[in-house]
């Protein structure tokens, strides 16, 4: 009950923390050298032009005005429109959102399924030939930055072998994304029992997921391991071993006991993620949120930029509150 | 005679490599221990007697290392058991009980549980549930009240005398053999520690087993145990019965140490050897205590002392005490 309790506070919580991340927000974003107006109005436009622009995007306005009307068109789900697109913003995220959360999703479900048991094995054998091949993998995929291995990844996979198709998008030039359903490729098409767009969709899929994950379970396995490690050095491990316990069960105890902060490690990769694989959805073409924030920084396109910090916001908010509630499931000595 | 002995232990020699160097905890540890038994393993703090206790199961963990001897139990020797059938006897056959309660457990499992998961580490076919129950019996054996509902609670929620219960259900679950008590229940308060020392010496004649009682209280020792084995720089200087010892110490360690705790409130007259600790980096030639010890002889310095008989079950790790039989220190 008090678990119930205590997510209804935090949920509650998420209006006022949003309010105020809209307010730093709107503010820092005017701070960005550049106006709107001129580039929209490109850079042979007269001073009426350039005027005239100004007054139809409200810019004319003090800006505490321009902030109160963000505020009430917001909350009517209005979140203004990209100056560059000429779509609504809220359309474009629905399109992008979706985009990048299902590569990200999919790319960290992939990197705890291949982290967490390289790093509990090499952590359990530490001199064995696994442990050394985790060690050094966990090294490279620190050390190389993720478009590295991307380009790698295409060369070899579609240039040389051709075994997978060109990365371009989320699903190949001559196919049509499914119906809306959730905007994810995989659900919808599933959902739609359209088997050959859910192919083609996970072909596109594989090379960027492959990517991320490489990457991301380079950082998980150091994490499993390091804190098994750990772990294995306490007192009551030692003691389950003079005791006579099976090697399952202290691996069991051991990987229990590492939870948290690989937990953790997870969650701050994914919720980074969402904004930070800019470099993967350029590479691939796969038209993320990541690309749609710089694009929108780059245009001085307001209106997307506010509704992308917002979205980030909310999103990377209630990542923190699965956090503390798998720490509460996780951890006996936790209460909130 | 030799049918009544469970466990020999010879010229264990038990070694730390640290960065500060080679430290000798364990310098050739000699005793046996029999049927039905009580022996009490005594000694100043640094005297070797917990690692004394790991080696016996050859649990030593890094950066220690047993270098050098043999444990005998069941006609083989511990320390040359590969790991698997070590594990098997570990716990089952000879268990240890330790202090420190709260950081022996695993804070993320119900006691019940870590009881239990003993149990299974050894009998794998008697189930969880089962299990469990079988390890709510037992801590209630071990004088844990209300075991049904305590064994569903966590490390966190127990006191530390609750907790020091589980410690010693997790070792006897097993109905083990032997059972090493290292400072098990120093932590407890009196009426509880007889209350599981009763315990223990129950168990150890409903089915002739034996325990090693590792302790810095001589009143347990002097209550509970038959024999008393003296540590010092991890070896034994003396070991006799338990009344023989108290009654009349030889070796000029044990009488020193004797006096320092009868007359513990004066200072004793005269050099007491009892607090003289030796740092086991650099250990003494000889006898250990040659430095500081009134009986000190020139061979002293020379050569190290083997463990003489004064009698058929009293030795001494001094031959010039033994030799005359003389006593020293405040007395």
């Known amino acids: 009950m008090t678990v119930v309790y205590y997510t209804l506070k935090r949920l509650l919580m998420l209006g006022p923390q949003l309010l105020a991340i809209s307010l730093v927000t709107f503010f820092l974003i005017r701070l960005i050298p550049g106006n709107p107006a001129a580039v929209i109005a490109g850079p042979l436009a007269t001073p009426e032009t350039l005027a005239g622009i100004e007054a139809r995007l409200g810019l ?22 990209s100056w560059y697109t000429s779509q609504p913003v809220l359309q474009d995220l629905l399109v992008r959102a979706p985009a990048t959360l299902e590569l990200i999703t999919w790319s960290l479900l992939l990197a705890a399924l291949i982290g967490i048991p ?13 442990s050394r091949a985790t060690h050094a993998y966990g090294l490279l995929g620190g050390a190389f930055p993720d478009f590295f291995f991307a380009l790698l990844f295409i060369y070899v996979l579609f240039f040389k072998l051709n075994l997978l198709p060109a990365p371009m998008g989320r699903l190949p030039a001559n196919a049509v994304a499914p119906p809306h359903v959730t905007g994810f490729y995989l659900f919808d098409s599933a959902v739609n029992g359209d088997w050959a767009t859910f192919r083609a969709a996970a072909l596109q899929l594989i090379m960027p997921v492959g990517t991320l994950a490489f990457v991301a379970a380079g950082a998980i396995v150091k994490m499993t391991n390091a804190t098994v490690r750990d772990v294995l050095d306490a007192r009551f491990m030692a003691h389950c071993r003079a005791l006579g316990m099976t090697s399952p069960q202290i691996a069991r105890y051991a990987l229990r006991n590492s939870l948290s902060p690989v937990v953790t490690v997870i969650a701050n990769t994914y919720s980074y993620a969402l904004g930070g694989a800019v470099l993967i959805e350029t590479v691939f073409a796969w038209g993320g949120m990541g690309q749609y924030a710089v694009q929108s920084v780059l245009q001085a396109d307001y209106a997307p ?5 917002l979205f980030v916001a909310a999103f990377n908010l209630l990542i923190y509150l699965a956090v503390d509630l798998i720490y509460l499931l996780i951890d006996p000595r936790v209460s909130y | 005679m030799t049918d009544d002995v469970l466990l020999r232990v010879r010229d264990v020699k038990t070694q730390f490599f640290t960065s500060r160097g080679v430290s000798s905890v364990l310098n050739g540890l000699d005793f046996e221990l029999r049927r039905g038994e009580m022996l009490g393993l005594i000694g100043e703090t640094g005297s070797g007697k917990s690692v004394a206790a790991r080696s016996i199961i050859n649990a030593v963990e890094p950066p220690g290392r047993i270098v050098a001897g043999k444990v005998l139990f069941a006609g083989r020797d511990l320390l040359r058991m590969p790991e698997p059938a070590l594990r098997e006897i570990r716990g089952r056959d000879i268990a240890l009980i330790v202090g420190d309660p709260r950081r022996h457990l695993n804070p993320l499992t119900t006691v019940g549980e870590q009881v239990a998961n003993v149990l299974l580490a050894h009998h794998p076919l008697i189930g969880k549930r089962e299990a469990f129950n079988r390890a709510v019996e037992m801590l209630r054996d071990a004088g844990l009240q209300d075991a049904e509902a305590r064994a569903r609670s966590y490390p966190h929620q127990l006191s530390g005398g609750m907790a020091q219960r589980v410690l010693i259900a997790m070792a006897l679950i097993g109905a083990p053999t032997i059972v090493l008590s290292d400072d098990a229940t120093s932590s407890l308060d009196v009426t509880i520690q007889r209350q599981v020392l009763d315990i223990m010496k129950a168990l150890i004649q409903k089915q002739n087993s034996a325990a090693i009682i590792i302790t810095h209280d001589l009143g347990v020792v002097a209550h509970y145990c038959e024999r008393v084995a003296l540590m010092y720089a991890g070896r034994i200087v003396e070991e006799a019965p338990v009344r023989t010892f108290f009654a009349n110490p030889v070796h000029p360690y044990a009488v020193s140490l004797l006096a320092s705790v009868r007359t513990h409130a004066e200072p004793s007259a005269g050099p007491s050897l009892a607090g003289v600790r030796a740092n086991p ?22 050569e190290a002392p083997e463990l003489v008989a004064i009698a058929s079950d009293h030795f001494v790790r001094c031959p010039v005490a033994a030799g005359g039989r003389i006593r020293v220190g405040a007395a």
Request: hydrophobic share 40%.
């Open chain 1, 60 to 81: 004319d306005k003090p800006i505490t005005t321009q902030y109160v009307i963000f505020l009430q068109n917001s909350l009517h789900g209005d979140f203004g429109t």
């Open chain 1, 118 to 130: 390289l790093g509990l094995a090499s952590a359990l054998r530490p001199h064995s030939f696994l």
């Open chain 1, 305 to 309: 930029l506010q509704a992308f910090v």
């Open chain 2, 281 to 302: 980096l650099r250990l003494p030639s000889g006898c250990p205590l040659h430095p500081s010890c009134p009986l000190a002889v020139p061979s002293c310095a020379a």
